[in-house]
């Protein structure tokens, strides 16, 4: 069964088609600047490369052509009506979805309910649900949400001590997103512990451009480092993570700044691009470090300080902990991050050994010493299948 993943930005389509339960990937590709002078399609079928550059006004002309692709001459499907479903990553389903859906009109009214609480990410995903549903009418669409997997929050963890009367009425609360990578790397650490993830406590940490981490109870999201936007937690490539919300009040007051100039500080120009002053990127952070970079150190410190300050956080929140999962980006690949984050942690229950750690990259392996109280683990994050398993889970059921 054909399925096809869809991840729509408001410039941008991210595919992938699935052969599933093969999980075998068909195609994949990009579509950018859609809207935008320059628009252009990066394909990628049985290892063959194509790009296509022409404009793209709208995402349906977008979408059009990535099925002309997926079905041309040599493609990687015969028809388009060969694809049985299409899975969206809808980033912000409030608190009305715990769980990926069926998408209906009614499911349609509630994500755009959610806009306000997502206004860059739900109104471009929305958009691709449209198109996929005219240019693929009949077809079952599935949605896939950010924030499902952490609805399984407790009051206690999803809580501001703000006024109750905000939640009550504005639904001011923490949400968590990265959900469905979390939920995805907590159930590929089950299977390679060989454990029922009934039984598991995980800490999973997600670190890639955007960073967040999640207390796993379970199989459940008990809590994670991101609130009610992706803003909160963790230092990432431009965003700061925590920080005193009253520093908005003095930046407002004292340097004259608007929302959308504090908008952009802490979206884009905050985190490791803000504290090196250079790049956002942490592999160019390392080789900066490493050529004696202070700023640079000094980015890469407080990013690992933070980490290992969760990872005390989160290890209080389950009270014991079986497995320390790193992926994404930074998470799979930097032995230098996951072992500063480390240090110091031994008496908490995390070693690492060290030459495992260094020669693991981008492959699940356990890298922890044999002393270690909690397993620690890399494990690789693919959203994409996640959304592709789940969606062939709803319309196979
Ligand atoms: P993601 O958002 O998951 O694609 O992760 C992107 C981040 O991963 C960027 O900051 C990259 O610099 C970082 N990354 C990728 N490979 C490496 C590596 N070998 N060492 C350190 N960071 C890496």
């Known amino acids: 069964m054909k399925i096809l993943v869809i991840n729509s930005g408001s410039s941008s389509i991210k595919y992938k088609c699935f052969e599933m339960p ?31 550059e022409q404009p793209f006004p709208t995402h349906a002309a977008a979408l059009e052509k990535v099925l002309d692709l997926l079905t041309g001459n040599g493609g990687a499907l015969a028809h388009k009506e060969d694809i049985s479903g299409v899975g969206h990553r809808l980033v912000h389903g409030g608190e009305a979805f715990s769980a990926s859906v069926l998408i209906d009109d009614e499911v349609i009214a509630a994500v755009r309910e959610n806009i306000p609480l997502a206004p860059l990410h739900n109104p471009p995903n929305l958009l691709g649900v449209e198109v996929g549903r005219s240019l693929l009418p009949g077809v079952p669409q599935v949605g896939v949400f950010d924030t499902a997997f952490h609805q399984s929050m407790p009051p206690e963890a999803y809580l501001y001590a703000l006024p109750y009367e905000l939640y009550r009425t504005s639904r001011v609360r923490r949400y968590g997103f990265h959900g469905t990578s979390h939920a995805y790397v907590a159930r590929r650490a089950a299977e390679f512990l060989q454990q029922p993830a009934e039984q598991l406590n995980l800490i999973t940490c997600h670190l890639g451009n955007g960073a967040s981490m999640a207390a796993v109870r379970g199989g459940k999201s008990v809590d994670t480092s991101m609130g009610f936007t992706p803003l909160e937690g963790l230092v990432m490539g431009t965003r700061p993570g925590d920080f005193d919300p009253a520093i908005i ?24 691009l803000g504290l090196s002053g250079k790049t956002n990127d942490m592999r160019e952070i390392e080789a900066l470090a490493a050529a004696g970079d202070g700023p640079a150190r000094l980015a890469f410190a407080v990013y690992c300080y933070r980490v290992r300050k969760y990872i005390g956080a989160l ?10 999962v790193f992926t994404a980006g930074v998470g799979e690949n930097s032995s230098a991050v996951r072992a500063t984050s480390l240090t110091g942690l031994a008496e908490l229950g995390y070693a690492l050994d060290p030459d495992k750690n260094a020669s693991t990259r981008g492959t699940e392996a356990d890298i922890s010493a044999a002393s270690s109280r909690a397993r620690i683990l890399v494990i690789p994050t693919d959203e994409e299948i996640a959304i592709a398993e789940q969606t062939y889970a709803i319309i196979t059921r």
């Open 22 to 52: 093969e999980r075998t990937v068909l195609a994949s590709g990009l579509c950018e600047k859609i809207g935008e002078p320059g628009g252009r399609i990066t394909h990628r079928a049985a290892e063959r490369q194509t790009k296509i």
């Open 249 to 272: 009040l003095y930046l407002m007051e004292n340097q004259q700044m608007d929302a959308a100039q504090i908008n952009k500080l802490l979206n884009k120009q905050s985190g490791l």
């Open 315 to 324: 290890t209080a929140v389950l009270g014991h902990v079986d497995a320390l």
